[in-house]
T-cell receptor, first 113, second 109 residues
Framework: TAGITQAPTSQILAAGRSMTLRCTQD?????MYWYRQDLGLGLRLIHYSNTAGTTGKGEVPDGYSVSRANTDDFPLTLASAVPSQTSVYFCASSVRGGNNEQFFGPGTRLTVL | GQNIDQPTEMTATEGAIVQINCTYQTSGFNGLFWYQQHAGEAPTFLSYNVLDGLEEKGRFSSFLSRSKGYSYLLLKELQMKDSASYLC??????????WGAGTKLIIKP
């Protein structure tokens, strides 16, 4: 079972360019999340989706957009990248009910120059 | 405001016991999680507490006091592979988690 996959693994991007980070899960989880992780700041929620067709803003949504057309996929788009978006990006998912433990993808390391 | 505090770094000796503390101030509370994250890897789930008391899972135990806004993760019989960051997170709503910055645990032989 793949769990959650993310692509690409890493990327160097010129400032001003756009990019979509891909996230796919095969666990049929209702909820999905995008986080960024920066040294000393911990995980910060960018956007989330409680179920297919709905999305919401997290703590740091500016400069990012998401869509949730189906249960499995939750892409994150940077419309015009800036150096402050240099970070490690993690996608996660959880099932509705129970303790809602979040399962994480392997991450995408993005550098914006 | 929402705040979760953990020590930045701790050092312990192989075979010993270490306790990592977490204090939180959140608008709501629907459970507290501990995750382990090895360098360069994704976080992985360790434990979940929603009621006061101690949850034991092998070498790892987690404690919660809701009235004090306090939790700790206890690691026994430390092994070198336990060198990692340990993240405390609180669910204050339906699904979303608020995360602490993590505690980097260094294990020395």
């Amino acid at each position: 079972t793949a769990g959650i996959t993310q692509a690409p693994t890493s990327q160097i991007l010129a400032a001003g360019r756009s990019m979509t980070l891909r996230c796919t899960q095969d666990m049929r989880h209702n909820a999905m999340y995008w986080y960024r992780q920066d040294l000393g700041l911990g995980l910060r929620l960018i956007h989330y989706s409680n179920t297919a067709g709905t999305t919401g803003k997290g703590e740091v949504p500016d400069g990012y957009s998401v869509s949730r057309a189906n249960t499995d996929d939750f892409p994150l788009t940077l419309a015009s990248a800036v150096p402050s978006q240099t970070s490690v990006y993690f996608c996660a998912s959880s099932v509705r009910g129970g303790n809602n433990e979040q399962f994480f993808g392997p991450g995408t390391r993005l550098t914006v120059l | 405001g929402q705040n979760i505090d953990q020590p930045t770094e701790m050092t312990a000796t192989e075979g010993a016991i270490v306790q990592i503390n977490c204090t939180y101030q959140t608008s709501g509370f629907n459970g507290l999680f501990w995750y382990q994250q090895h360098a360069g890897e994704a976080p992985t789930f360790l434990s979940y507490n929603v009621l006061d008391g101690l949850e034991e899972k092998g070498r790892f135990s987690s404690f919660l006091s809701r009235s004090k806004g306090y939790s700790y993760l206890l690691l026994k019989e430390l092994q070198m592979k336990d060198s990692a960051s340990y993240l405390c997170a609180v669910r204050d709503g339906d699904y979303q988690l608020i995360w602490g910055a993590g505690t980097k645990l260094i294990i020395k032989p």
